[in-house]
């Protein structure tokens, strides 16, 4: 019913390229959620529109390793994302010693992290924090 709907709905057909083909992957992992459903996604593709073995997995992989990473990059954009757009120094500056733990965990380069640091930031943040104890 998915790939049929899909298949409808965006004129697909046995003739396009597989880079075309390959555009509507992303919707169509998101359409079919599970092993079983792409598997069918696959067959119904084959069997009840012509597609070849090739076509039907460049339009629905399995994407085991693929949605592993996917999983990944949001939490770290996530992280610069909050770090960098937040008006609180301390805040800020707070998150930018996270992110860039963060990084070291990845094995980024040292250069890449150090380029994080924002002696502004840090120093506002400092003057806020000492006032805050006197």
């Known amino acids: 019913m998915i790939v049929t709907k899909y298949v409808a709905e965006h004129k697909l057909n046995k003739d396009m ?40 997995f460049v339009l629905v992989s399995d994407q085991r390793i693929c949605r592993s990473r996917s999983q990944v990059i949001p939490k770290e954009e996530e992280a610069i994302t909050k770090a960098l757009t937040t008006s609180n120094p301390v805040t800020t500056t707070s998150r ?9 965990k990845f094995n980024t380069p040292k250069k890449i992290i150090s380029a994080t640091l924002d002696e502004k930031t840090t120093c506002t943040s400092n003057k806020i924090q000492k006032e805050r104890r006197d």
């Open 96 to 104: 930018l010693s996270r992110l860039q733990r963060e990084l070291q």
């Open 17 to 56: 390229s597989n880079k075309e083909l390959s555009q509507h992957a992303p919707a169509l992992l998101e359409l079919l959620t599970d092993k079983l459903k792409r598997e069918q996604g696959r067959q119904r593709f084959q069997e009840g529109y012509g597609f070849s073995k090739e076509q039907a």
